[in-house]
């Protein structure tokens, strides 16, 4: 498992090999990894969006993260996961958040960055806050809350 | 009725539209009696117009509005999470 809180732009291809030549080199299991990267759009409910700013509660995000990674193991066989997650001001097609699971075979690797990724969303504590011609607005929620965070 | 008397100290931290309204991103507070997250809020939040949904969380773990308090707590409220 590994979690970044990021506050710079980074290359989230770039992190994926260094991460697979240290840390999973000997893992001569694995047959399947699944990547999700979420990045920037420019635009959101219709209007364009020049910039970003991602706030989170430091100590539990990487908690609630945490949480969210074991979750996954539990319920499928996976390898290793990681998550990503850029914090600070980002810009249109920057990378905001990369999600990566390894396992033996397909089924699972999807599986797991899927719920990584959907758990992420509804309880991860980060928020989005964007600059538009018209000054700033909080993102709202797209997902309902998980009414079970406390057992994630 | 006999009440004993009791001093808990608070730190309260606030983010996003939450901590924009109050013009605050913490403070630390005294409460005299056991408090529950939610009445906290009301006392807080009474100066400000807040109409969305608050959520709370204490020493980092999502709560009820309705958990109690204990001495020392971290307690936070924030809007739904928008993250990923």
């Not at chain 1, 420019?42 to 993260?65: A, F, V």
């Not at chain 1, 920057?94 to 390894?102: C, E, R």
Request: a negative charge.
């Amino acid at each position: 498992m590994y979690i970044e809180i990021i506050n710079e732009e980074f290359d989230p291809w770039q992190k994926l090999v260094e991460y697979k030549k240290s840390q999973l080199k000997d893992k001569n299991n694995i047959g399947a990894c699944s990547v999700f990267l979420g990045t920037m759009r420019d635009i959101n409910s219709g209007e364009d969006i020049k910039t970003m700013e991602l706030q989170h509660y430091p100590d539990m995000t990487e908690s609630y993260l945490e949480k969210i990674i074991e979750s996954a193991t539990k319920k499928y066989k996976i390898i290793d996961s990681i998550v990503l997650h850029r914090v600070g001001v980002v810009n249109p097609s920057d990378p905001i958040v990369l999600v990566a699971s390894w396992s033996e075979h397909r089924e699972e690797a999807f599986e797991a960055t899927r719920q990584i990724m959907e758990s992420l969303k509804s309880e991860a504590p980060f928020w989005k806050k964007e600059s538009t011609d018209k000054g700033f607005r909080w993102v709202e929620p797209e997902v309902k809350i998980s009414e079970d965070v406390n057992e994630a | 009725m006999y009440h004993s008397l009791i001093t808990m100290i608070i730190v309260v931290k606030y983010f996003a539209s939450i901590s924009d309204a109050l013009g605050k991103t913490s403070e630390t507070i005294d409460v005299q009696q056991v408090k529950t997250a939610g009445e906290i809020w009301s006392d807080v939040s009474k100066n400000i117009k807040y109409t969305g949904k608050v959520m709370a969380a204490v020493n980092h773990e999502y709560v009820d509005l309705n958990h109690p308090l204990k001495n020392n707590d971290e307690l936070a409220f924030f809007p739904p999470v928008t993250g990923g």
